[in-house]
Nanobody, 125 residues
Framework: VQLQASGGGLAQAGAFRRLSCLASGRAFNSYSVAWFRQGPEKEREFLAAVRYGTSRLYYSDSVKDRFIIFRDNAKSTVYLQMDSLQPEDTAVYYC???????????????????WGQGTQVTVSS
């Protein structure tokens, strides 16, 4: 599967932003999809994931009150809806996918073998 992330850009503090991750390829329904981000001089950070099949959701504690992940299998797209953006949300946002991913591994980047190119989100105060 190939992934294309989009929706990044400049935003002011407090703004809303929706990122999209469009997948191409077959059997999208069998893939778990997650969002990660990497800020300046920071390690890559898990944000949210939606599992294949059950569509169970996983969130990082740092964003669970502001971010929502959801998938539209008909469009082969996973979205990350971000609310109340803050300057510390400035980062490159990546979507990642893996097929038949075990539920224990949904939040760990090393288990995802397919990655999008990243989309930059910059939040000004």
């Amino acid at each position: 599967v190939q992934l294309q992330a989009s929706g990044g850009g400049l935003a002011q503090a407090g703004a809303f932003r929706r990122l999209s991750c469009l997948a191409s390829g077959r059997a999208f329904n069998s893939y778990s999809v997650a969002w990660f981000r990497q800020g300046p001089e920071k390690e890559r950070e898990f944000l949210a994931a939606v599992r294949y099949g059950t569509s169970r959701l996983y969130y990082s504690d740092s964003v669970k009150d502001r971010f929502i992940i959801f998938r539209d299998n008909a469009k082969s797209t996973v979205y990350l809806q971000m609310d109340s953006l803050q300057p510390e949300d400035t980062a490159v946002y990546y979507c990642a996918a893996e097929s038949w991913l075990h539920y224990h591994h949904q939040t760990t980047d090393r288990y995802y073998n397919f990655w999008g190119q990243g989309t930059q989100v910059t939040v000004s105060s």
